[in-house]
């Protein structure tokens, strides 16, 4: 089985500040790891994902993310918040045997202040 | 390049109503192909997949049923709509390979779904 827990369902920073998203994996195989955003009535768009290479992983936008084994987690970062950034962001596992099928979490609302 | 589309982008329906929405997808071959819901304010559940035309599996009880007619053509319907119905319908598809986990899914821009 296979799960995902986002340990914090709203973050507010300021425009120009850190964001850090935490996200917590559980898995009884090697996961795949992904994070996505999804502005207001829009889908899903892929920031970035992490498949066993290298532990960090850059995606779009500025925003890495680390994968730790020994932590179990797969935590979101971007050096400096712009506004642009303020939408929710999911965190995804997804392995091998579960037929390829991902596991969501529940999502984490990033708020920028200006 | 693969692009994926939803329609309609919004609607409205009475409970006991008749839904039909369908997915297409462009650019590709065989895909995976996947329904999820979004309830407000809530993470996305996984509805129904489909690894081929005529392959479908559920994976949650419900008055929902899914459909592939064709290879890059994915519907989902109800005879009756409830209000528990309502929510943001996404569609999705990635690659069928041997390393499927690591395989990408990409979503479409979604359904607004308001069941009244």
């Known amino acids: 089985a296979q799960s995902v827990t986002q340990l914090d369902s709203h973050v507010s920073v300021s425009e120009g500040t850190p964001v850090l998203l935490r996200c917590n994996y559980s898995?009884?195989?090697?996961?795949?790891l992904f994070w996505y955003v999804q502005h207001p009535n829009k889908g899903l768009q892929l920031l970035l994902k992490?498949?066993?290479?290298?532990?960090l992983v850059k995606g779009i936008n500025g925003f890495e993310a680390e994968f730790k084994k020994s932590e179990t987690s797969f935590h979101l970062t971007k050096p400096s918040a712009h506004m642009s950034d303020a939408a929710e962001y999911f965190c995804?596992?997804?392995?091998?045997?579960?037929?390829?099928?991902?596991?969501f979490g529940d999502g984490t609302t990033l708020t920028v202040k200006p | 390049s693969q692009t994926i589309h939803q329609w309609p982008a919004t609607l409205v329906q009475p409970v006991g109503s008749p839904l039909s929405l369908e997915c297409t997808v462009e650019?590709?071959?065989?895909?995976?192909l996947y329904w999820y819901r979004q309830a407000a304010g809530r993470g996305l559940q996984l509805l129904f997949y489909?690894?081929?035309?005529?392959?479908i599996s559920s994976e949650v009880p419900q008055n929902l049923s899914a459909s592939r007619p064709q290879d890059r053509q994915f519907i989902l319907s109800s005879k009756k709509l409830l209000l528990s119905d309502s929510g943001f319908y996404l569609c999705?598809?990635?690659?069928?390979?041997?390393?499927?986990?690591?395989?990408?899914?990409?979503f479409g821009p979604g359904t607004r779904l308001t069941v009244l």
């Open positions: 489909s690894v081929g035309i005529g392959q």
């Open positions: 992490y498949t066993s290479a290298a532990t």
């Open positions: 999705a598809w990635s690659r069928v390979s041997v390393q499927s986990s690591t395989d990408t899914q990409y």
């Open positions: 995804v596992v997804r392995v091998l045997t579960n037929a390829g099928k991902s596991t």
């Open positions: 650019g590709t071959s065989n895909p995976n």
């Open positions: 898995s009884s195989y090697s996961p795949s």
